[in-house]
Structures are given as C-alpha cells and as structure tokens.
C-alpha cells in the first residue's frame, strides 16, 4: 500500500496530466457536436468491429449445426426433384401398387436419405466408407451414395442394423456405368488402385470426340445410380493405339478425402426391374428347354 | 512587478490579441490560422511548479476555447505542451545550474538557438495534438502535414517578430526579490 502512494506520489505530474487530459477530452466530446458525432462514430465503429469478429467466431461453433441442418434442407429437396419421378400414363392412374404417389400421380422412382460418413480410407486398394444408417433406417445393398455435391461416391455393399458399408469409387472391384455428358456414349468407370485423385474411364468408341474437362455422368440404365450425376471430369486422355476405345482419366468430382455429409438414394423400382429382368430370362430358358 | 502580476497581465494580453487580433484577420488559406497565445506558457518563469503548470496550462487553453466555442481543443493541446515543457527545458539548461539564474525562457537567457528549438518543439507538439483533435480522421495525411508545417511556420514567425519588438528585460533571480 504504502508503496502504492509512493508510486502515485512520484509520478503525481504525470497522473494529474492524465486527468486533465481526459477532462480537457470529455469537454471536447461532450461539447461540441462534431466530436462528438465523430466520437459516437468511432466507439460505433470499435463496437461494430468486435461484434463482427465475435459472431464471426461464434458463427464457428454452430457450424456443424449449420451444415447439418443444410444438408436436411437438401434432403427433402432432392426428394421434391422431378427426375426423382416417373411420368405415367393418365390411364394407368387407377391401378394400385405399393409404391408411393406424388400428389401429380408420378410415381416416386428415388428416394433419398441423408447420412454422416463415421469413417473412410483413401489409401488401400479397396477403399470402404461407413456411414451411420443401416438396415433399420430403410437402407439396403446396392442403393447410391452421393456427396453432398451430388456427386458420385460409391455404393452400399452391405448393411448392419445401424450402420452401413459402403464401397467407395476408389476400389479395384468398382464397375461403374458412366456416360460422356457431351456425346451421350456409354462407358465403365474403374479405378487403378494408384491415385485417390483419378478414376480410369474406358469404353469410349475413338469416334466419339473428347476434350479435356469433358464431363462424365452416371449412366442411365443402372438399377443402383440415379442418372445423370456427376462422376468426374476428363483429366487426360491415355494414348492405346492398340485399341479402337479411350482410355481416359477421369478426376474426381468428390473430394474423397474429406467425405462428411452424403446422400444415400434409394431406387424404389430397382426389386421391380430385377424381377422382370430375372422372369424374363426364367421364361425364355423354360421355352427354350421345352422346344 | 511581481511575477504573479506580471503574468496575469500576460495572459490577459495574449488571449486578447490571439481572439481578438489574430483570429480576426482574414485568412491567408485556409491551411494557415495564426496561433500565438501559447507563448503565454513558454514564458512561464522556470521555477514554476510542475503541477501548476498543468493547471495554468489547462485554464489557458479553456479560456481561449470559450471564445472560440470549442471547449477542451485548446485546453488538450496546452496541457500537452504544459506538461513537456519542463523535460524539453532540461535538456536545453546548461548542464550547471550554479551559472544559471534566470527567471524565465527567453533567446537572452538561453540563447537563440536552444530557445529556437524550445520554440519549435512545443510548437509542434501543440499544433500536432490540436490539428490531431480537430480532424480526428486525419483527411488524408498529406494534408494534415501540410497544414502543421504550414501552422508551425506562421507561429515561429510571430514569436520571433515578438521576441524581437518587446524584448523583455532580464533581471537575475536575487535572494532578495
């Protein structure tokens, strides 16, 4: 204490500097308009400033929040999509199936379901994800997985009660339907097993045209993909003389390295399709067998 | 005369020649406005006690902002220079202080140069902070020089054609007195 006063004693000029400073300052803040309007300004300002920088901070721990409650959002948007549906004949209205209407009468041919990726490798040879819905929440083998970009990332492969196994584009079993998004041809998309970056595109007539940045798109017949969806684009096109079909590389339109958020697409008619398809070959061996 | 007389004479004088005289004159430009009034705290004798140079600081000021309806602008900027005259007169006085016995700053007690840059110091240090308060936002800087530069000048040329008319007679401080 007692050097407290000793301290305030030897620098007494000082002190009473300061506050006369402050005075002569709150006279001229209070008294005259100009600034004290340039006074209000400026605390006005500060006071902006650290407000901006304090919800720009507070904004960083709702963000996970935030990028949830987005990613629902498109959920139910991507639900409401009209690829999602069939157009049917006005006259087939009246007979009844089992699968869900929209209020139109088009018959609902992809379902979509959002999911968190719980964990994910890039680095082996056959590359599997796990996302956190499994059996009890509708989700199957076979159904799609997308990013949340609505690009393409693999497909389910197995299913647990909660769970689910997904095989991710990056796997050297990985056979995928794709299309040139320019010239409509059909080819397969499969992965060497070297970059996590590149996918291997094959099966594109030397006919067709392509150009680096081409985009590729999943096919149109597959009973799994919904069509049309990004995989990638062209990264470069790998000379074969050999052969009469591209081989092309194909970068990535998912950023597989940092999978979160994805949307698992469910084609409602896919049992429907591989049923015609398996009676059909049933029906055609029998008749054959009995000639 | 005594000193206290003397210098309530003084700053009566100053501040009514600056309010007066100085701010009643048409304006060179508008970056010039004569300032003089603050000679009144150079002239202060030298055994002036720190604190009361403060507070005569801070009333000077405050008298020459009610007329000019600024209250503080003045009294900031004299307060400033109140408070760093004594630090700016140590490192001009002779370093032996047994030789020297007069009363207060002038260009005979401390001789030309030495008060010249007494003068110009303070000077600065008072234009500077009061230009500083005025703007607050500065303009642009280019500008804000310009017109201390411009301010610093016409100041220095007034204190020395003073210096000059009314040279003060300088008595040695007595024992007596």
């Not at chain 2, 140069?113 to 500077?128: A, Q, R």
């Not at chain 2, 411009?150 to 100041?155: L, M």
């Amino acid at each position: 204490m007692r050097n407290i006063f000793l301290f305030i004693g030897r620098y007494f000029t000082f002190f009473a500097f300061l506050g006369f400073q402050v005075l002569a300052l709150s006279f001229l803040f209070r008294y005259n308009k100009y600034h004290r309007a340039v006074g209000l300004g400026v605390a006005n300002e500060m006071s902006g400033w650290m407000n901006s920088k304090y919800a720009n901070i507070d904004q960083y721990f709702h963000l996970k929040q935030e990028s949830d409650r987005i990613h629902h959002v498109n959920d139910s948007l991507m639900n409401l999509l009209k690829t999602n549906f069939l157009n049917s004949d006005t006259a087939t209205q009246f007979v009844q199936d089992t699968i869900p209407y929209d209020t139109l009468g088009h018959r609902r041919r992809y379902l979509w379901r959002d999911a968190e990726v719980v964990s994910n490798s890039v680095n082996s040879e056959r590359n599997y994800l796990q996302i956190n819905r499994g059996s009890k929440q509708g989700i199957r083998d076979n159904m799609a997985v997308l990013n949340s970009d609505l690009s393409l990332v693999g497909i389910v492969v197995n299913t647990s009660d909660n769970f689910s196994q997904v095989m991710s584009l990056l796997h050297v079993k990985n056979n995928v339907n794709a299309v040139m998004k320019r010239s409509g041809n059909a080819g397969t998309i499969s992965w060497d097993g070297k970059s996590p970056l590149y996918l291997t595109m094959t099966g594109i007539p030397k006919s067709d045209t392509i150009a680096r940045g081409d985009t590729v798109l999943t096919g149109t017949y597959s009973l799994s993909f919904p069509p049309l969806r990004m995989i990638g684009r062209v990264a470069s096109i790998v000379k074969d003389n050999s052969s009469s079909f591209y081989v092309l590389q194909i970068k990535t339109a998912a950023n597989f390295q940092n999978l979160q958020h994805v949307f698992v697409v469910e084609n409602l008619q896919a049992d429907e399709q591989e049923k015609l398809d398996k009676d059909t070959r049933k029906k055609i061996d029998e008749v054959k067998k009995t000639k | 005369m005594s000193d206290l007389v003397k210098n309530i004479l003084r700053f009566t004088i100053f501040i009514l020649v600056q309010v007066y005289v100085l701010f009643k004159v048409p304006h060179l430009h508008r970056f010039i406005t004569p300032y003089l009034y603050y000679l009144f705290i150079l002239w202060l004798p030298f055994a002036t006690p720190r604190f009361w140079l403060l507070v005569i600081g801070f009333i000077t000021g405050l008298s020459l902002d009610y007329f000019t309806q600024t209250p503080g602008l003045h009294a900031a900027a004299c307060l400033l220079i109140a408070y760093i005259r004594p630090f700016i007169i140590n490192l001009l006085l002779p370093k032996d202080s047994t030789e020297f016995n007069y009363r207060e700053p002038s260009p005979r007690t401390l001789g030309w140069t030495p008060y010249g840059i007494y003068v110009l110091t303070l000077t600065v240090f008072h234009h500077g902070y009061m230009l500083l308060l005025e703007w607050l936002s500065f303009g642009s800087v280019l500008t804000f020089l310009i017109k201390l530069v411009a301010t610093t000048g016409i100041s220095l040329l007034l204190i020395f054609a003073t210096e000059l008319l009314f040279p003060r007679k300088m008595r040695y401080r007595t024992n007596t007195a």
